[in-house]
């Protein structure tokens, strides 16, 4: 299949027309004005196989197509923050696992995941997800939630940013198949390989990136921000616990502030007996104001929270069914060998998916439409510059 050329900055570079196709096809989803949805594509694979750099340029031709901004996330906790703040985003959320260090990590982490893809259909934005070992995290991630996988590898452990593409309805047979067999069915269940030029970092300055909230980034920010956030690991817990122990003490401030309307001591021998200046009983008068108004913000975040977690509890006890399912129905089979391991070769690849469209590829295009879009992007390769994706379908 040929490639598409693409020009970022003073940077030009090709990418796999199928693989462009798919990315087309997400951008609709979150452009259309009708149904309101959100797109989630994974990159997964280990340490050093190119996931950062594959998601640079991900995002680039997803600038382009939607001339959306772009934020890149460390922690689940910030990414959640701004994807409830803001809408119409493309978010990278890379190696999330960086939590999973921290020792309560494992008790939420997967509400954290409910709770940050919920918000991504509200606001409709575009999360690009970085992370190893697809087993280690929930499977409403894995499988339902993205519409596909990238998973990188190291070609003998030279050639790095080779991919191999597994649409959205092979998720879950790639999901049961680890978790029944062990083994990790890449090569039988991918659409097509695909490689990914080494140019993420020469194109990262011109993508105007915000990393963990500070905006127009360059690359060296990258390591930066990773190294504060792999520092402040376990932050969280201990800010929680600051909170609480200083709405308590405001709490007893305001009690005590609040003896002089009983009329048995006035705010002089109170202050006096305290060993305080008046000033400050009286700003302690004044912080139930600020603590009901505090009180009502996080009843509210509480609220959502226990929706969320209500959520979680009911597809945790789906998933927990499925799996005795599963468990019950176990055949057991040999393992294929070296199935970890994808085939870079032609007899090992299943045809190009032009005579047939996913399920959710089929809510936006039909056979006419599919073939339009084919003639676009083979007039956009002639193209200097990839242009928008409205002005593209209206020419």
Same mark, same amino acid.
């Given at each position: 299949?040929?490639?598409?050329?693409?020009?970022?900055?003073?940077?030009?570079?090709?990418?796999?027309?199928?693989?462009?196709?798919?990315?087309?096809?997400?951008?609709?989803?979150?452009?259309?004005?009708?149904?309101?949805?959100?797109?989630?594509?994974?990159?997964?694979?280990?340490?050093?196989?190119?996931?950062?750099?594959?998601?640079?340029?991900?995002?680039?031709?997803?600038?382009?197509?939607?001339?959306?901004?772009?934020?890149?996330?460390?922690?689940?906790?910030?990414?959640?923050?701004?994807?409830?703040?803001?809408?119409?985003?493309?978010?990278?959320?890379?190696?999330?696992?960086?939590?999973?260090?921290?020792?309560?990590?494992?008790?939420?982490?997967?509400?954290?995941?409910?709770?940050?893809?919920?918000?991504?259909?509200?606001?409709?934005?575009?999360?690009?997800?970085?992370?190893?070992?697809?087993?280690?995290?929930?499977?409403?991630?894995?499988?339902?939630?993205?519409?596909?996988?990238?998973?990188?590898?190291?070609?003998?452990?030279?050639?790095?940013?080779?991919?191999?593409?597994?649409?959205?309805?092979?998720?879950?047979?790639?999901?049961?198949?680890?978790?029944?067999?062990?083994?990790?069915?890449?090569?039988?269940?991918?659409?097509?390989?695909?490689?990914?030029?080494?140019?993420?970092?020469?194109?990262?300055?011109?993508?105007?990136?915000?990393?963990?909230?500070?905006?127009?980034?360059?690359?060296?920010?990258?390591?930066?921000?990773?190294?504060?956030?792999?520092?402040?690991?376990?932050?969280?817990?201990?800010?929680?616990?600051?909170?609480?122990?200083?709405?308590?003490?405001?709490?007893?401030?305001?009690?005590?502030?609040?003896?002089?309307?009983?009329?048995?001591?006035?705010?002089?021998?109170?202050?006096?007996?305290?060993?305080?200046?008046?000033?400050?009983?009286?700003?302690?008068?004044?912080?139930?104001?600020?603590?009901?108004?505090?009180?009502?913000?996080?009843?509210?975040?509480?609220? =959502? &929270?226990? #929706?969320?977690?209500?959520?979680?509890?009911?597809? /945790?006890?789906? $998933? @927990?069914?499925?799996?005795?399912?599963? !468990?019950?129905?176990?055949?057991?089979?040999?393992?294929?060998?070296?199935?970890?391991?994808?085939?870079?070769? =032609? &007899?090992? #690849?299943?045809?190009?998916?032009?005579?047939?469209? /996913?399920?959710? $590829? @089929?809510?936006?295009?039909?056979?006419? !439409?599919?073939?339009?879009?084919?003639?676009?992007?083979?007039?956009?390769?002639?193209?200097?510059?990839?242009?928008?994706?409205?002005?593209?379908?209206?020419?």
């Amino acid at each position: 299949m040929s490639d598409i050329r693409i020009t970022v900055g003073d940077c030009e570079f090709g990418i796999d027309m199928r693989f462009y196709k798919k990315l087309v096809l997400m951008c609709k989803r979150v452009t259309q004005k009708s149904p309101a949805l959100d797109a989630c594509l994974e990159n997964e694979g280990l340490e050093g196989s190119g996931k950062t750099s594959a998601s640079y340029i991900e995002a680039a031709i997803i600038k382009q197509l939607t001339s959306r901004p772009i934020s890149l996330f460390f922690k689940t906790s910030s990414c959640i923050k701004f994807a409830r703040e803001t809408e119409n985003q493309i978010i990278i959320l890379d190696e999330p696992a960086i939590e999973s260090l921290s020792n309560d990590a494992n008790t939420t982490i997967g509400k954290d995941f409910l709770r940050l893809t919920t918000t991504m259909r509200k606001k409709r934005h575009f999360l690009i997800l970085n992370f190893t070992k697809f087993w280690k995290f929930p499977e409403f991630l894995v499988v339902d939630r993205a519409l596909g996988m990238v998973h990188l590898y190291n070609k003998d452990e030279r050639i790095i940013g080779k991919f191999s593409y597994i649409k959205k309805n092979k998720l879950e047979a790639l999901w049961n198949a680890y978790k029944k067999e062990g083994i990790r069915k890449y090569h039988k269940l991918k659409s097509f390989n695909g490689f990914f030029p080494h140019v993420g970092e020469k194109i990262f300055n011109d993508l105007d990136i915000s990393i963990e909230g500070h905006p127009h980034c360059v690359l060296s920010d990258y390591d930066k921000y990773k190294d504060e956030a792999i520092a402040g690991i376990g932050d969280n817990t201990k800010d929680k616990k600051k909170d609480k122990n200083l709405e308590k003490l405001d709490d007893l401030r305001y009690q005590i502030a609040m003896l002089t309307k009983t009329g048995k001591i006035n705010q002089v021998e109170l202050a006096t007996h305290l060993k305080i200046n008046g000033a400050r009983l009286r700003e302690w008068m004044h912080l139930r104001d600020t603590y009901e108004k505090d009180m009502e913000v996080k009843a509210k975040a509480k609220e =959502e &929270e226990e #929706e969320d977690n209500k959520l979680a509890e009911e597809r /945790e006890a789906r $998933e @927990k069914q499925l799996e005795k399912e599963r !468990e019950n129905k176990r055949i057991n089979k040999p393992k294929d060998e070296d199935d970890d391991i994808p085939e870079d070769s =032609e &007899e090992d #690849e299943e045809p190009d998916e032009e005579n047939g469209l /996913e399920e959710w $590829e @089929k809510e936006f295009v039909n056979d006419e !439409e599919a073939r339009k879009e084919t003639q676009v992007a083979m007039e956009i390769t002639q193209a200097p510059r990839v242009r928008s994706l409205t002005r593209d379908l209206e020419a």
